[in-house]
């Protein structure tokens, strides 16, 4: 079964779909992200949840009656303050992000009676983002308490922790070495060339292919990604129980069935996440050719497990052991739905 998963980013398509039973019919699921190298990914990521907090307050002048004014924008900013001071207070895995998505208005001298803050949370699972969700909701409710505004607060989204599974791992790094890899064209590795131009400061050794390897094997691999404007090989693969800190919906289709998945390369090594850089070679050759290339390892892995099936009770009793038997509980609340609650 090929299903399409929309809005992996922002919008936690994964999630909502495993919410509907989409992947409950299942026996295992494959899955692979573009990247810098190719590598299959271990440990786990991060689960996250999303919330908008929308104050409002009493719009006045601001030199002729700034006692009448309440200013939303000030409680915005309280509550960004009050979250600077909670991170004291966390795990070093945790972590709180938040973008003004409203500051009120453009004049300084009206005091804005609304201001929005967008709030992303993560932290190792979605039990320990619900605890993180209630401080900083109370965090905003004290905000709107000390301006005399009201905060309206807008959960939007989140996502479960990726829960690994070894015996699909391997299966899938049997796979890349079992399909040829990419060739490229003198074009392809010139323009590759002239990306990495771009971003000679970064340091790929942060790149999300070399997340699972540790010790001096990864400062040599980074210093390969240094003198190749594309990876040619596969980065060998070892089972490991690690925290990457990044978040993904796949996690959410883990909790459902045994789930594993790789990295296809599809940029310059090095190329930094959500960059211009990484979109500006989304449709290049060498992407497509990691996109053909991807889609012959899953074909690979889905052919050798019609042909040995045991790896499907494998990697179901790893899954089960995993979760200790318990079902998926979905992190998004049954009333929310896809954009509900994004702002026109």
Not at 23 to 31: E, I, M, Q, R, S
Not at 256 to 278: N, Y
Request: aromatic share 6%.
């Amino acid at each position: 079964m090929l299903l399409g998963c929309p809005a992996e980013e922002g919008g936690s398509g994964k999630t909502y779909l495993a919410r509907a039973g989409v992947f409950d019919a299942l026996d295992l699921a494959l899955a692979w992200h573009p990247g810098g190298g190719n590598a299959v990914v271990t440990g786990s990521m991060q689960a996250n949840c999303q919330a908008y907090f929308r104050f409002h307050g009493i719009s006045s002048h601001a030199a002729a009656t700034p006692h009448l004014g309440r200013s939303a924008l000030d409680a915005v900013e309280l509550m960004n303050v009050g979250a600077n001071y909670m991170r004291e207070h966390i795990e070093s895995t945790d972590r709180l992000h938040y973008a003004i998505t409203d500051s009120g208005g453009t004049s300084p001298n009206v005091v804005q009676n609304h201001a929005e803050v967008l709030y992303l949370i993560r932290s190792t699972n979605s039990k320990k983002v619900q605890a993180l969700y209630d401080r900083v909701c109370k965090i905003a409710q004290g905000a709107a308490l000390m301006t005399e505004t009201q905060v309206e607060i807008c959960f939007d989204k989140a996502c479960s922790n990726v829960l690994s599974n070894s015996v699909l791992e391997q299966l899938l790094y049997e796979s890349m070495l079992a399909v040829p890899l990419p060739r490229y064209t003198p074009d392809e590795l010139a323009f590759a060339h002239a990306i990495q131009d771009t971003f000679r400061q970064v340091d790929p050794i942060n790149d999300l292919s070399l997340m699972g390897v540790v010790g001096p094997r990864k400062a040599q691999l980074a210093q390969r990604y240094r003198e190749l404007p594309m990876a040619d090989f596969v980065v060998e693969h070892r089972h490991q129980e690690i925290n990457i800190p990044g978040s993904s919906d796949v996690g959410d289709c883990s909790h459902v069935v045994p789930t594993a998945q790789f990295i296809g390369a599809c940029f310059a090594p090095g190329t930094p996440a959500h960059s211009w850089q990484m979109v500006a070679q989304g449709k290049s050759g060498a992407a497509v050719k990691g996109m053909l290339y991807a889609a012959q390892v899953l074909a690979h892995a889905g052919r050798t497990i019609l042909e040995h099936p045991a790896l499907v009770q494998q990697a179901k009793a790893e899954f089960l052991e995993r979760t200790a038997g318990a079902p998926y509980v979905c992190p998004i609340p049954p009333e929310i739905l896809p954009n509900r609650h994004a702002r026109p």
